[in-house]
């Protein structure tokens, strides 16, 4: 039966490479099977236009109102914390397990060819719950696409959003609440396909602005449930996390006793930002834009409340001198196992503020900036943590990895 209404449960959003640009072994033959987003609470997006009223000598009313910049799409959604898995398939740097080789979380955004992706957001016109089917991973084999595709996908609408980049990051750590992530991005285009099979993949050509397709596939995929031994990371559905399987530490270079110090033991909130403002590049003759490059230098901004129990202690001589560096880790972990890691390394002491109120503890305020150097693995913003995949068993030694 056909819903009159669209809520959260008919909802779902995925997510791939524009067509030109394949990631990893999504594009898998002849099809490109989509990644889904775990988690999802909230999903916004709108459309806007600049135009520019155009006068003359001799006219009181303006004689035309001409377009001065391309269509923007925007989007922002808030998902769980979920071991890194969005944060993989949003392009974002999560390899980050030894000091030697890691890079900072937003480097790959300095490479056009992991910059951007489309986006899609499914709608099961239906009225049932998208993920009313799980399937076990030996449902899933090389046999593309009939079984990998979700088997209800004719019912689902598609609406797709172009040449989607990131322009912001940010994650809450609060106690009492489950640990979110949130993520903005601009894009370039949307269409929408009115079934979710038998689609080509499209891609928007900046030049002319039309939305063209590969001549491959789009597959939306079943939803893969993790109780096989072919997952390399088996041990629950979903990794979501609340103030007990959290731990955070923070140390500081160097070490002096005179100066400002804080137990961990009473923060109550921790906050990351990371701003990814872009550059638009176009050129004579372009409709659209060419690339919305990243703006640098970047920086990531840490909040940190803590209950004022004699939390605070030392001089405030850190905020005069500025020469004092702050290192942050923050592990997830369940059943003991760590999951996800944030690391921020060589972050400064920008303020420290007090709060006070009838009826409510005083509390802490502490801000921190990190720089981003792109270039220096030492200081930076750093994320690691394991990804959920699956063994193919083709003996080739590659992973396919799932939508679940």
Do not use: W
Not at 127 to 144: A, C, M, P
Not at 201 to 221: C, I, Q, R
Not at 226 to 247: H, L, R, W
Request: charged letters at 20%; a negative charge; hydrophobic letters at 30%.
């Amino acid at each position: 039966m056909s819903t009159n209404r669209i809520i959260y449960n008919v909802q779902d959003v995925l997510i791939g490479p524009e067509c030109s640009v394949p990631l990893g072994n999504i594009n898998t033959g002849d099809y490109y099977i989509l990644k889904r987003l775990d988690g999802v609470q909230s999903f916004n997006y709108s459309f806007s236009q600049n135009a520019e009223d155009v006068s003359i000598l001799g006219r009181s009313d303006n004689v035309d109102k001409n377009l001065s910049s391309p269509l923007a799409v925007n989007l922002d959604f808030e998902y769980y914390i979920n071991s890194v898995n969005n944060e993989h398939r949003l392009g974002f740097n999560t390899r980050n397990q030894n000091q030697s080789t890691r890079s900072n979380f937003i480097s790959n955004f300095t490479d056009q060819t992991k910059d951007y992706r489309n986006f899609y957001l499914v709608s099961n016109y239906s009225g049932e719950d998208v993920h009313s089917q799980h399937y076990n991973y030996n449902t899933i084999d090389s046999n593309y696409p009939v079984n990998i595709a979700d088997p209800n996908s004719s019912d689902y609408t598609l609406l797709s959003f172009l040449r989607c980049y990131a322009t912001n990051y940010s994650s809450s750590i609060t106690v009492g609440e489950i640990a979110t992530a949130s993520v903005s991005l601009v894009g370039d285009g949307s269409i929408l396909y009115i079934t979710g099979n038998n689609n080509q993949a499209p891609f928007l050509d900046p030049k002319t602005l039309e939305v063209k397709t590969s001549g491959k596939e789009l597959v939306v995929p079943k939803k893969v449930v993790s109780n096989s031994p072919n997952y390399t990371d088996a041990n629950s559905y979903y990794n979501f996390f609340n103030q007990g399987e959290i731990n955070l530490a923070i140390t500081r270079t160097p070490e002096e006793e005179n100066l400002l110090k804080f137990e961990t033991n009473d923060v109550q909130s921790v906050n990351v930002s990371i701003d990814l403002s872009r550059e638009n590049v176009s050129y004579l003759g372009y409709k659209g834009y060419s690339d919305r490059t990243l703006s640098l230098p970047k920086t990531a901004e840490l909040s940190v409340e803590l209950l004022d129990n004699k939390s605070l202690s030392g001089s405030f001589q850190d905020l005069k001198t500025g020469d004092y560096d702050y290192n942050f880790s923050i592990d997830f972990t369940k059943t003991g196992e760590l999951k996800m890691n944030y690391i921020a390394s060589g972050a400064k002491l920008e303020s420290i503020s007090y709060s006070n109120s009838i009826g409510s503890n005083r509390t802490i305020s502490m801000d921190f900036s990190v720089r981003l150097d792109l270039d220096d693995n030492e200081k930076g913003f750093f994320v690691s943590g394991l990804i959920t995949e699956i063994d193919d068993g083709d003996g080739d030694g590659t992973n396919f990895f799932p939508e679940y």
